[in-house]
């Protein structure tokens, strides 16, 4: 497996919840995820604020293909609740020991205007 798979390139109002989802699959066949553990981090350059989703909110499940061939990592409000500005971002697996980052890219934290 390389190192580097995907950019994010995300967008979410503050205190918005935002889904990532990513399937695996290897030449057209389904790739086992179910024993990885996948962490998402995200940092802003100018302040201390980071975004951290660790492995035990990460979720696993079937695209259909029989197969656990996907992770679904959930930020919530709480977790996009900092300060408004870009963030560099990267999501990197655990395989048993073998560590390799997947994505990598920025989120961009944009202030909400109304309050409800």
């Known amino acids: 497996m390389d190192s580097y798979y995907f950019n994010i390139n995300e967008e979410i109002v503050q205190d918005n919840d935002r889904t990532i989802t990513m399937t695996w699959d290897e030449n057209g066949t389904a790739v086992d995820v179910s024993s990885w553990e996948v962490y998402f981090k995200a940092k802003a350059s100018w302040t201390s604020d ?67």
């Open 50 to 116: 980071t975004i951290v989703v660790l492995p035990a909110a990460v979720t696993t499940l079937d695209s259909g293909t029989g197969t656990v061939d996907t992770f679904v990592i959930e930020l919530t409000g709480t977790h996009t609740n900092v300060d408004p500005g870009f963030y560099d971002c990267e999501i990197t697996i655990d395989r048993g020991g073998n560590v390799d980052t997947v994505a990598m890219g920025s989120i961009t934290i944009t202030a909400r205007i109304v309050e409800v």
